[in-house]
């Protein structure tokens, strides 16, 4: 089948979880905002009456007839069908549940830089921004990443993935989010990562799959920006 | 099955969506926090490092030997199982989406008065709380109700509720969303709620459900707080 994938297209952006998964499983897609008129098309589907079950936002994925919204939802719906997730409902659920943290996660970093509103540009909430980064560093990744490291020793099946023997879309999206960290707080990071082995074990290994090694250093994947969820503002890593 | 319902015994929260799903449904559970030496018992769960696959964060679902955690994923596990979504995977999906996006919109009146960090009273964020308040109710409660009305309004089954011609979980927990901004924005909610007339109506018909309505006026059903992720604080709703 070929996949359609809806997402503002100069950002890597919370449609980047699926790309990474489409991406790794050498789907047949389209990024269609980024196609000739395909913007137009993605506004026409986000803001027509006649769509019957309408996105609230991008990313979205048209798979056949349904339209799916929100990242998680996606994701599992393509886990199974790209062989990203282990096939029985204990795991299915389970790789969800970390999907959805790893969603959590990824409004706080952006909460980071448009603590008061979304709508607002970061220079008009600077001050804000400047008291909450610190808490996001101190408190908030150490937290999120202490999971997700336990989360990967605990592994039964071992302790190289989140959630079987085998990479599933939570790893990709691991792996995004600290490449994401890694932009966004250089130094913070420098300074945090070595208490996550495992962590660092798995974005090694995610990095150096073949179909994704080959993505990452394609003109396919945007480069980090600072329009993005995550973005390196040198005065928020300290 | 009984299932055991782990969430914080003071507050409606997020356990509430969860809640109002067992409830309705006349589901036999044990809300364990709430039960006698059942907050050391949850915090074991959350912190024992023998648990293979830890939820991050209250609520969490134990039904046999799963133990599920994140809302939506619990409701969209307990959904078929309670009669609370239609059967097919369209529908199961869709309203999973509306879900997240109610979870979505939950996170955001969180952030409202607290907008620097979750770790921090409300007192030592307040000036940005004051900031964040306006926007909230300007822009994303309208834009958040706007949808649900469209998603009822254009529901092929009917305009009584989002998913089907039956209520769903996501009916449940857009009626507690509703409880909620009413109770933590009285005045901008009485100019703002004539626009949705669909939502109004479906949350008179979910108050009206025989074993809601008895849970709502029994002593299960914890009052709304300051502790809660609504909370009426006047100063911001102008």
Redesign the interface.
């Known amino acids: 089948m070929e996949y359609e994938l809806y997402y503002w297209p100069s950002i890597q952006g919370r449609g980047e979880f699926v790309r990474l998964a489409l991406e790794d499983a050498g789907a047949d897609y389209v990024d269609v905002a980024r196609r000739k008129d395909g913007m137009a098309r993605m506004m026409r589907l986000l803001e027509s009456?006649r769509?019957?079950?309408?996105?609230?936002a991008p990313p979205f994925l048209r798979a056949g007839k349904?339209v799916?919204?929100?990242t998680?939802?996606i994701l599992q719906?393509l886990g199974p069908r790209l062989g990203l997730v282990p096939k029985d409902e204990?795991s299915r659920?389970?790789a969800?549940?970390l999907q959805?943290?790893i969603a959590?996660f990824a409004?706080e970093g952006h909460?980071v830089h448009h603590?008061?509103?979304?709508?607002?540009y970061y220079e008009q909430?600077k001050p804000?921004a400047l008291?909450?980064a610190p808490?996001?560093i101190k408190?908030r990744i150490r937290k999120?990443l202490g999971?997700f490291e336990?989360?990967a020793a605990?592994?039964?099946s071992g302790n190289a993935y989140l959630v079987g023997r085998k990479h599933s879309y939570a790893d990709l999206s691991m792996f995004q989010m600290l490449e994401w960290l890694g932009y966004a707080f250089p130094r913070a990071m420098k300074r945090i990562s070595p208490a996550y082995p495992r962590l660092a074990g798995l974005r090694e290994r995610v990095a150096a799959r073949p179909r994704l090694a080959q993505y990452l250093a394609s003109k396919r994947r945007l480069p980090f920006n600072e329009d993005d969820l995550f973005r390196r503002y040198p005065e928020l890593d300290r």
């Open positions: 009456e769509v019957a079950r309408p996105p609230f349904l799916i919204a929100q998680p939802n719906f204990a659920l389970w969800h549940q959805l943290t959590d409004t909460n603590p008061i509103a979304v709508g607002l909430q804000a008291k909450a808490w996001f408190e999120y999971h336990a989360v605990r592994n039964p």
